[in-house]
């Protein structure tokens, strides 16, 4: 039945990321909007990531996507455009907002802030949940996002005076 609607693999795969995308929506649009100061709309966005990796099945797609695009040149451009650039892109709207408020340093690439604040969250789940290493090397996920959180600030607010 699968191959009858779908044809090959390739095609299932693109439809299954095509439809987590389309429902992750309202989650892009959350992580695009500012909220109040920069430290409040980092918090937030953390938070929301992390929500989407416990409760919403984020971790399980992400490990779909990798496993299925590494190395695979019709998935891979797939994963990027479905899965990793819409948080990236979503985040970046969100930094450069607050760019142009005045609370975040001007000469960081809004793309390149987001990448730095997505990328430790997302390899912390991969590995934790989906490559269990949380069995063998658990991580205090509250201590990790406070102090993610703190890092980025340090590195990305406006004003560089001490907290």
Known sequence: TMQHYFGRRDEVVAAVLSQAKAAAAPHFATLAEPLGSLEESVVAALRQLRLGFEQFGVGE????????????????PITVDTVLEPSIAALATRLASHQQRGDMRRDVEPRHAALMLLAPP????????????????????????????RSFLRAHRASLAPE
């Open 61 to 76: 797609i992400h490990a779909l996507a990798l496993v299925e695009g590494l190395r695979n040149a019709t998935i891979g």
């Open 122 to 149: 997302l390899l912390l789940f991969l590995h934790q949940q989906q490559l269990h290493g949380a069995q063998d090397y658990p991580v205090d996920l509250n201590g990790f996002f406070e102090s993610h959180g």
